[in-house]
């Protein structure tokens, strides 16, 4: 078989999962307006799929559906609405190379990310599966002794999700299984750029049996005129967002007229700090693992690259040597490891910070430079000698360059770090057991990775302090962000 044909077998198969129309009222439907949507392959820049873009009215309809699912899906027993997650769990693994194929066919991430995606993923619905059957309130005395207090935890109601386009699986999940886990019901708007694998996430849910209204998806072309009169509408009860911090920000303020609660998972820029007592090949390892998945675009990636004057030289060689050898290609071909970036317009935006930064002092060690041929193909790029004031540094890249620059002392590092909007992740590489517990009491961020490339996991909170979200998805905390809790207070029995 020829790549050619193996490529075009791969593709069949994935689109096969991936239903074109809006899901609304667990029925499949065409935007009332008759609108569409180009759904195109970064890596050749072809169309894969025209799918439904919906408009105001169904976003409308999806809330509808969401509000009449409310009373009935919260008052589902908590064992049933586990078992369906679970089902889900089972089925995107059963569809897990489909899944795969579809996220590297609309996002260009090379199939090994694609896999590890849906291993991520799916793991939210088997461990929301599981928290589903613990939610529980509390019964105590007042301390005066003349109350009984009680908690009693219940759904929050409708929610909105919005998703970006880096990990249409996983931003998915994160949301929809704590929610459902909670009672919720829910209407999701997943990134234009990426809305086939949401949409079959909604044929998986469909397929194991979640009643219909309980998960609605609204793919558009036009973001806010979809997702603002939901905002705006009473029936709504939460916002939780996933994107820009600037988008995110503007989203806070639309949502605080109807006091929504909200979550944000907004941008990053984490450093990743290298100390000259830490284990140099592991620090290079993980380096090109934290830049390099996603091609560079997650919001945990590493963003700056700070490392003790004494290792500097040899860890920019390294991981020059590592970066500049990575094949580069379509992101279905075996053995590839750096896939297209998402869109020409990313492509452009790196390419730009790239040249700020060596019109500031930078010198690229490799990569740097925009190939000629069809798809958004960025290389890996290492720019050494970066000044510690250039803006690269302290800008989310969202692609396959590291910036390294040099420190001196644990103080200087920190302020550094510390002086960023943003909060969401820092990876630290050192030998100092003393060290780790400082930076883990002062470095601002909500996710540390020590001597350890991937942190990501769904027993863990992730999350960001600053400009870089509100709330936290995964482990038993993520939950807490579906459910409200009501007091009811209670007369001394014994009185
Ligand atoms: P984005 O431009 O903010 O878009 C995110 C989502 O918001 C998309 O669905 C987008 O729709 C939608 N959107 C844009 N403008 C909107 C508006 N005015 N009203 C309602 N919705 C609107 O972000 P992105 O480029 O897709 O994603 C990259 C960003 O996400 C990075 O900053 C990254 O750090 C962040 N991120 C954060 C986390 C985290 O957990 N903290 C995880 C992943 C990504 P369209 O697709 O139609 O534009």
């Known amino acids: 078989m020829t790549e050619q044909h193996r490529h075009a077998e791969v593709t069949a198969r994935a689109l096969a999962i991936a239903p074109t129309e809006l899901f609304v009222d667990g029925a499949w439907r065409p935007a009332a307006d008759g609108a569409t949507l180009d759904i195109a392959n970064p890596a050749t820049g072809a169309v894969l799929a025209t799918i439904a873009s919906a408009g105001p009215d169904d976003a409308r309809a999806a809330l509808d559906a969401a509000a009449s699912a409310r009373d009935d899906w919260a008052r589902t027993p908590a064992r049933t609405r586990s078992e369906l997650l679970r089902a889900a769990f089972e089925r995107v693994h059963e569809l897990g190379e489909e899944f795969a194929a579809l996220m590297t066919l609309e996002m260009g991430k090379p199939l090994t990310d694609a896999r590890a995606e849906v291993t991520y993923g799916a793991e939210f619905l088997r461990w929301y599966a599981e928290e589903a059957v613990r939610i529980n309130g509390r019964y105590a005395a007042s301390p005066e002794g003349n109350l009984r207090l009680l908690t009693v935890r219940r759904p929050v109601g409708p929610c909105l999700f919005i998703t970006p386009w880096n990990f249409p699986l996983a931003m998915a999940t994160r949301k929809i299984a704590p929610a459902l886990a909670a009672g919720c019901t829910v209407v999701l708007k997943p990134a234009a750029l990426t809305p086939l694998t949401s949409l079959a996430l909604a044929r998986v849910l469909e397929a194991v049996?979640?009643?219909?209204?309980?998960?609605?998806?609204?793919?558009?072309?036009?973001?806010?005129?979809?997702?603002?009169?939901?905002?705006?509408?009473?029936?709504?009860?939460?916002?939780?967002?996933?994107?820009?911090?600037?988008?995110?920000?503007?989203?806070?303020?639309?949502?605080?007229?109807?006091?929504?609660?909200?979550?944000?998972?907004?941008?990053?820029?984490?450093?990743?700090?290298?100390?000259?007592?830490?284990?140099?090949?592991?620090?290079?390892?993980?380096?090109?693992?934290?830049?390099?998945?996603?091609?560079?675009?997650?919001?945990?990636?590493?963003?700056?690259?700070?490392?003790?004057?004494?290792?500097?030289?040899?860890?920019?060689?390294?991981?020059?040597?590592?970066?500049?050898?990575?094949?580069?290609?379509?992101?279905?071909?075996?053995?590839?490891?750096?896939?297209?970036?998402?869109?020409?317009?990313?492509?452009?935006?790196?390419?730009?910070?790239?040249?700020?930064?060596?019109?500031?002092?930078?010198?690229?060690?490799?990569?740097?430079?925009?190939?000629?041929?069809?798809?958004?193909?960025?290389?890996?790029?290492?720019?050494?000698?970066?000044?510690?004031?250039?803006?690269?540094?302290?800008?989310?890249?969202?692609?396959?360059?590291?910036?390294?620059?040099?420190?001196?002392?644990?103080?200087?590092?920190?302020?550094?770090?510390?002086?960023?909007?943003?909060?969401?992740?820092?990876?630290?590489?050192?030998?100092?057991?003393?060290?780790?517990?400082?930076?883990?009491?002062?470095?601002?961020?909500?996710?540390?990775?020590?001597?350890?490339?991937?942190?990501?996991?769904?027993?863990?909170?992730?999350?960001?302090?600053?400009?870089?979200?509100?709330?936290?998805?995964?482990?038993?905390?993520?939950?807490?962000?579906?459910?409200?809790?009501?007091?009811?207070?209670?007369?001394?029995?014994?009185?």
Do not use: W
């Not at 091609?295 to 004494?310: M, P, T």
């Open 209 to 495: 049996g979640v009643p219909a209204g309980v998960v609605n998806v609204v793919p558009t072309a036009s973001a806010g005129a979809v997702t603002d009169p939901l905002l705006a509408d009473r029936r709504l009860r939460k916002l939780s967002f996933t994107g820009s911090t600037a988008v995110g920000r503007s989203l806070l303020r639309t949502s605080a007229d109807n006091v929504l609660r909200t979550s944000m998972e907004l941008g990053g820029c984490a450093p990743f700090i290298v100390f000259e007592d830490a284990d140099l090949d592991l620090a290079v390892e993980n380096a090109v693992r934290t830049k390099m998945r996603n091609i560079g675009q997650a919001c945990n990636a590493a963003n700056s690259f700070h490392v003790q004057r004494g290792v500097v030289e040899a860890f920019t060689d390294r991981l020059t040597e590592r970066l500049g050898s990575l094949p580069i290609g379509n992101g279905l071909d075996v053995g590839v490891e750096v896939g297209p970036l998402v869109s020409e317009d990313a492509r452009a935006d790196v390419d730009t910070l790239v040249r700020d930064a060596v019109a500031a002092g930078a010198r690229v060690a490799t990569g740097g430079a925009v190939p000629e041929g069809p798809g958004s193909f960025y290389p890996p790029t290492v720019l050494a000698d970066v000044p510690a004031d250039a803006a690269i540094l302290g800008r989310e890249i969202f692609g396959p360059v590291a910036p390294v620059t040099s420190f001196d002392t644990e103080e200087e590092v920190l302020a550094r770090a510390n002086a960023s909007e943003v909060g969401l992740a820092g990876y630290l590489h050192t030998g100092d057991m003393a060290r780790v517990l400082r930076f883990a009491e002062r470095l601002e961020v909500g996710l540390l990775g020590v001597n350890s490339p991937a942190i990501s996991n769904a027993a863990a909170p992730f999350g960001g302090v600053k400009h870089s979200g509100l709330g936290r998805e995964g482990g038993p905390e993520g939950i807490e962000e579906y459910l409200e809790t009501v007091y009811v207070g209670l007369t001394d029995p014994f009185a």
